[in-house]
Structure formats: C-alpha cells, structure tokens
Nanobody
C-alpha cells in the first residue's frame, strides 16, 4: 500500500511560481503511474499532469501545458509539480495520486491512492 503526502502549497501572486511535492511511502512507488489533480470549490477533481511509470511518458492538461512540469525523483520516492506563471484560475486544492493501472493517466477513477491535498491560492 502506498501512502502519499503533499506539501508546497501556499498563497502566491499571479505570475508567480510554486513547487509542489508528493512524498510517497510504501513499496515500489517508482512502479506506480502517478499524477497531479486539482479540485476547486464547487467543481469536480480535474487532471493536471501525469507520469506513466512504464515508459516515463508525461501528460498535461491543456491548461498546464507550457506552464507546469511534472517530475519524479525515484531515489527519494518523491514526485514534484513545478508550476510557473500561475493564474487565479489555478486556485484549488492539489492532490497527488498513484495507480497500478497505466491505461488512463488522466482518469481520476483509475487512481487507488491519494494524498490529503495541499491548497494553492493565486491572487490577482
């Protein structure tokens, strides 16, 4: 079983940057496909970025492309989300997730393990 803990959220002005971390405990995290999702008040959880464990492919939502970068440091059992040029519409609780299923990196229903989330607030 994998346990995930996010950190790095906070309050930032529009145009600023944040780096989120997702620390994993449990066996073989490097073999899990993992991703970042976010949920704003009154909205459904949405895909932000993902990393497929089998081939290292990365995937991004249209909103994240060109601004966010997902990475993993397997030696530290940690996944990161570097977020640049933040916008007020990026305000949400950000969650990291992990799954053994590699079929749909962007599908939240495929994820078995979730962290508790970290709040990101972008002021205009």
């Amino acid at each position: 079983q994998v346990q995930l803990v996010e950190s790095g959220g906070g309050l930032v002005q529009a145009g600023g940057s944040l780096r989120l971390s997702c620390a994993a405990s449990g066996p073989a995290f490097a073999t899990y496909t993992a991703g970042w999702f976010r949920q704003a008040p009154g909205k459904e959880r949405e895909f932000v970025a993902g990393h497929r464990s089998t081939d290292g492919s990365t995937y991004y939502s249209d909103s994240a492309k060109g601004r966010f970068t997902i990475s993993r440091e397997n030696a530290e059992n940690t996944m990161y989300l570097q977020m640049n040029n933040l916008r007020p519409e990026d305000t949400a609780v950000y969650y990291c997730g992990a799954t053994r299923w590699v079929g749909a990196v962007s599908n939240a229903d495929a994820y078995n393990y979730w962290g508790q989330g970290t709040q990101v607030t972008v002021s205009s």
